[in-house]
């Protein structure tokens, strides 16, 4: 058993001035009276650790800063932890594999170096009054939240929430992240909402059924859809630029999408295997660098200010496109619009299942589809106007 080795501040022990304790890694608090301990610290200069062998409430009162971080990993019996006067975490506030954990009582906390909180079956709610306002990077996995009211961040730089199945509701004022935003799982009742949301690096959206990004204007990364169900419209109205790729995968009950001012893409489009999805339309697309890919129920296909799509193009429907392929196919050749491998074919039985993507596509962003299977165009013989835009591509290689 490791021991208690803080500092105590006897010199200010008594009175209202407030102590500095310092330790020089980490103190591991046995029980509630090593918490009790401490609440002369005002600012606790190093790392707390929760021993795992305790059952008690542990109340780090008084206590207004801990410089280092807080952990609480693997302690099978602790039901309450909390710290009436700590305002900042300087480092990781760490909760892991606590599965009787039910009260998180921190009412003034605003400052965290790190959330990483896993493994919490028993967390239903946050008592978290002032908020979290700030921190670099958010990881909760596995909790029994149903909300996020205890966090409100002005500023993160990677999030993600995954598996909390009880997650109901995520609304964040967030405006610009520097990293990854990961949604993952959460449970079919889910609304995202990022009112102010503005740019971020790489944005996930995984089984999320309503979803509210509408201030989005760029994403320095890739931006997925995929196996959203439930979600039935995506609405980026002010989109305008995307580093790498646009991935709308697998979103079983989408009717419609809109992107109207998406002008650039710097990676794939891939719009796949939406069963629900009846057009595809992107407005002001004019530059993809990557491939675009999209196979499904649809039987309109829009690409009105398209001029340089750089990697393959691939379109498969069940429906009949027979017109707008006609249009592709006047756009394609190696000194035109659509510059790779080409095929457009609608009235598939199966459309996306045949080995279609032609090879030396790239559509990378989180594809769950059949998308960069390499290899030979198969065209069907219904797919008439596919032949021919293969014949016209082949002519103009020519
Ligand atoms: C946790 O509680 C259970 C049941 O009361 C007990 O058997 C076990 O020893 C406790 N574990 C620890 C580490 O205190
Ligand atoms: C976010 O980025 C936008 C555009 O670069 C900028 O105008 C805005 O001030 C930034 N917001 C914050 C909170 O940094
Ligand atoms: C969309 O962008 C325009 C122009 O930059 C801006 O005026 C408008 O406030 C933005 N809308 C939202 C919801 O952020
Ligand atoms: C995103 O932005 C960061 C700096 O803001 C830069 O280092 C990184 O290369 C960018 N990523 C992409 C894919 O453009
Ligand atoms: C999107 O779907 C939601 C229901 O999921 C609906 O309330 C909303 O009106 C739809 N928005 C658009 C633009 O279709
Ligand atoms: C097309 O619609 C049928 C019938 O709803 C469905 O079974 C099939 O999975 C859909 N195909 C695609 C690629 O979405
Ligand atoms: C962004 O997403 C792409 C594609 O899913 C992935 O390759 C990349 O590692 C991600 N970057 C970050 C910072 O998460
Ligand atoms: C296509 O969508 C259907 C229905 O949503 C799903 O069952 C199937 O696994 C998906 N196929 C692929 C390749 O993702």
Known sequence: MVMLKYVFPALVAVGSVSASCSVSATTTLQNAGDAAALTTCSTFSGSIAIATSTSDNIAINGVEEITGGLDC???PNITQIGADSL????????????QTLQTLSFPQLSQVGSIDWQGLPNLATLMMDTEIQDTDSLNIQNTFLSSLQGINLKRCNTFILANNRMLQDVTLQLQNVTGAITFESNGNR?????PNLKSAQNITFRNVPAISIPSLASVNGSLSFIENDGLQNISCPNLTRLDQSLSINT???LKSFSFPQLQTVKGAVNVENN???GSISFPKLT????????YGNFSKVSLPAISDVRGAFNIQSSKDISSDCSTFSNEQGPNDVIKGDYQCAGSQTRPGDANTTPSGTSSSGGSSGKTGA?????IPATALTGVLGVLAAMVGML
């Open 73 to 75: 990993t693997g302690a």
């Open 87 to 98: 305002q900042k975490i300087g480092d990781d506030f760490t909760l892991n594999n606590v």
């Open 190 to 194: 889910l609304s995202v909402d990022f």
């Open 251 to 253: 979103n079983s009950a």
């Open 275 to 277: 069963t629900a999805l």
């Open 287 to 294: 530059t993809i660098f990557g491939a675009f890919d999209a």
């Open 374 to 378: 390499a290899g030979h165009i198969e």
